[in-house]
Nanobody, 121 residues
């Protein structure tokens, strides 16, 4: 099992910044990628950003956050950060940390409890 604990959500004004953190613990040896998802009221959960766990550290962002959000990883601390700048009202959502373990033909997702981000317009 993998445990994920998020921190850093809050209430901010449009244009301000927040940084979310996610600390992973447990059986994290074979995790292939980590990322952040978000879910706004009445909407489906969507991928915000992801980072590969490995030497390449490839990152991926949803179009709406490109140039504003940055995902990074501190391997020594088993931590993934999401730095969010120029926040917009439409970024308001519950943000969930995700860790994905890959098999040859399958994957398993682990989730944190979620942290609320509210951006006032």
């Amino acid at each position: 099992q993998v445990q994920l604990v998020e921190d850093g959500g809050g209430f901010v004004q449009a244009g301000e910044s927040l940084t979310l953190s996610c600390v992973a613990s447990g059986d994290i040896g074979n995790i292939g990628a980590m990322g952040w998802y978000r879910q706004a009221p009445g909407k489906k959960r969507e991928l915000v950003a992801s980072i590969a766990i490995g030497n390449n550290r490839n990152t991926n962002y949803t179009d709406s956050v490109k140039g504003r959000f940055t995902i990074s990883r501190d391997a020594a601390k088993n931590t993934v950060l999401l730095s969010m700048n120029s926040l917009k009202h439409e970024d308001t959502a519950v943000y969930y940390c995700n860790a994905r373990r890959y098999g040859s033909t399958w994957h398993v997702d682990y989730w944190g409890q979620g942290t609320q981000v509210t951006v006032s317009s």
